[in-house]
């Protein structure tokens, strides 16, 4: 018989064979982070949807609102890209929920969950790819503000250090979403109700303009704001400061998130 | 190497209100291939889902590959693989992506993974398609990277849910081309069809699912004789030369018609060729001429309504993805 006999090829292909040794953990989640990789490759539109809305909000508030908030479109630049660039690491983590809903929902997640694989691997997989979709974002934002004229003070560094917080900032609140795609029906539905939480969470904060000018009432739920606190802590790492309380807040936010939604989603993962 | 790949005992599942599946008992001699068969809704992927450690069942209890569903899913996940009713590879990836994707899951080296993507993607006669994303497949394609994919490194047990509905009849050949030459190889196969004629084809052996419950089991032969049908599937010249003959067929030879879809045609149930060969030559004596005749299967309405006297409970005729 040929070898290139197409019953031949099809019965050597499903010929049995050894068993390969089922690998680590962490070979499997970074295969699972591999994946991501491919994904924002193949499906770049869902990078530049997170990036679009605030990069128009750049645009828009330092030319039309900054020399009425600030004095002049480049000052209000300067107190404006931190906190922009808060907004776009958190509206990319709804992400995490929206494409962990999809696979449920395709069945692409039944397929996962058969193989004899680490359990967690295929979320924590994901992360790792959210992790590099929050960098991607940043850079294009921070890259955006350089080009209209953002001068950080806090230099390479303090860029650097913003961007870590917010990443892992980002992780902390990922948690909600994540469990969200785990029991919500609708890919939409995830979507529709993360921007409910979302618009308010980073409007209602001082992103835009220093909460002392809001009314007293405003001002004190901006306070109790977590998003207020890091985007004080990464405007202050990015210009060169360091403080402290606001990054303790942010990093406290993140452990308290991670260890109350974290086993939760654990669980409604495990029940699946 | 255990004798039976599947050992299922009162498997149970509900949700909600619905009782999807109550009460299902299998056994699957290993290295066959055994059809599940039922109409939309019977409760056919939950008892696979659950045979496959997907979900938990609420009673029952069940033995795959040897290994007890609840107490050790692991070793089930490490003997099984489940191809899904739908998407069970990413759209997004291309088809090699998706199976270098699998194989490095299951312990591949790159090098290993890739090479394995390119003999699966020439054997199921996809290499061309092999670099484009999934999304663009035809149904046929996707039908096979789903399997492939499940194939990548054999399993003892593949779970094939639904694998040729939708599909031309060339893309179900292949399909059953490759469910054929995988229990040639040693493997066992479950797979749940809603065609009569796909589990006649490739089945040893058939459980006929219904409302979530078994409700004949044998070998397609054995079924086939305690349903008692063969069917001489009559066609005419018009509706009204059907209606005359249904009539007739039933005054002198006692023959019932099945419900048919086409109106200028009969379906009558004949136990055996000469009632069918006399009935077919009494129509033409009295002026019926038959166009066409068809001594053969029933179909999956004509089964269910042999065993339950009524219609499949919820056979919608759609492909609801
Ligand atoms: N996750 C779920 N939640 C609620 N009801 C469900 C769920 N999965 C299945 N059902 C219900 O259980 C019953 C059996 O469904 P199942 O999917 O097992 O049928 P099936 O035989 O595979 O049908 P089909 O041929 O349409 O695939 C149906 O009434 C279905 O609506
Ligand atoms: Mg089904």
Partial sequence: ?272 | MVELAVEARGLEKRFGATHAVRGVDLSVRTGSVYGVLGPNGAGKTTTLRMLATLLRPDAGEARVMGHDIAKDPEAVRAAISLTGQFASVDEDLTGRENLVLLGRLLGLGWGGARERADELLAAFDLSEAAVKQVKTYSGGMRRRIDIAASIVVTPELLFLDEPTTGLDPRSRNQVWDIVRALVRDGATVLLTTQYLEEADQLAERIAVIDRGQVIAEGTSATLKASIGVRVLHLAFEAPEIAGRAAVLLADKFGLEALPDADPAALSVQAGDSAVAASAISALDAEGMAVMSFAFGQPSLDEVFLALTGRPPADAKDEDTP
């Avoid at chain 1, 064979?17 to 690998?23: G, I, V």
């Avoid at chain 1, 000018?213 to 977590?226: D, S």
């Fill in chain 1, 1 to 272: 018989m040929n070898r290139h006999d197409p019953d031949t090829m099809l019965a050597r292909a499903i010929a049995r064979r050894a068993r390969p040794p089922r690998p680590s953990a962490a070979s499997n989640v970074l295969t699972f982070g591999w994946r991501a990789v491919l994904k924002i490759r193949h499906v770049p539109e869902q990078l530049f949807d997170v990036v679009g809305t605030p990069i128009m909000f750049t645009f828009m508030f330092t030319f039309l609102f900054g020399g009425a908030l600030a004095g002049s479109p480049d000052a209000y630049l300067q107190f404006l890209l931190p906190g922009i660039l808060a907004q776009t690491v958190i509206f990319t983590s709804v992400y995490t929920g929206v494409s962990l809903n999809t696979d449920i929902s395709k069945g692409m997640f039944d397929r996962f969950r058969s193989l004899p694989i680490w359990r967690p691997a295929p979320l924590a997989g994901a992360m790792l790819g959210d992790v590099l979709r929050y960098c991607l974002a940043s850079l294009v934002t921070i890259l955006v503000g350089l080009a209209i004229g953002y001068r950080p003070d806090g230099g390479v560094v303090g860029v650097v250090l913003g961007v870590g917080l917010l990443v892992v900032f980002a992780f902390g609140l990922g948690w909600i979403f994540t469990l969200m795609g785990l029991v919500m029906r609708t890919p939409a539905t995830v979507m529709t109700v993360s921007m409910l939480i979302l618009f308010p969470l980073t409007f209602a904060s001082n992103v835009f303009v220093d909460p002392a000018t809001m009314p007293g009432w405003l001002e004190t739920a901006v306070w109790f704001n977590p998003v207020t606190h890091v985007v004080t802590a990464v405007r202050g790492l990015m210009g060169g400061v360091v403080d402290g309380p606001a990054i303790f807040v942010s990093l406290a936010f993140t452990v308290a998130m991670t260890a109350v939604f974290g086993p939760i989603a654990a669980i409604a993962y495990a029940r699946r």
